[in-house]
């Protein structure tokens, strides 16, 4: 079983910045990434940026040069930089990791940009 806690939403302005930061733990012992995922009100989740244990990192064309993703010195966390914040990036943030057991989820953080 993987739990994720994710902290960092809150209500910024446009032009701003915030830091989503993801901690997991439990068996996921052969982690092959771990990303964010976003759910705006009246819309599907999608897919917002993620990194591979080899590195690799992919981001949604909309949030590319805005946002960044990273991985913490221990390596089950990970960190979303997001700067230039638009009112469009208003959503519900979701932290996943793909591991042994498949695919986990955290309970979502709020992010509200407003204009």
């Known amino acids: 079983q993987v739990q994720l806690v994710e902290s960092g939403g809150g209500l910024v302005q446009a032009g701003g910045s915030l830091r989503l930061s993801c901690s997991a733990s439990?068996?996921?012992?052969?982690?092959?990434?771990m990303g964010w995922y976003r759910q705006a009100p009246g819309k599907q989740r999608e897919f917002v940026a993620t990194?591979?244990?080899?590195?690799?990192?992919n981001y949604l064309d909309s949030v590319k040069g805005r946002f960044t993703i990273s991985r913490g010195s221990a390596k089950n966390t990970a960190y979303l930089q997001m700067n230039s914040l638009k009112p469009e990036d208003t959503a519900v943030y979701y932290c996943?990791?793909?591991?042994?057991?498949?695919?986990?989820w955290g309970q979502g953080t709020q992010v509200t940009v407003s204009s």
């Open positions: 439990g068996s996921f012992f052969s982690m092959n990434a």
């Open positions: 996943f990791v793909d591991g042994l057991l498949g695919r986990s």
């Open positions: 990194f591979a244990s080899g590195g690799d990192t």
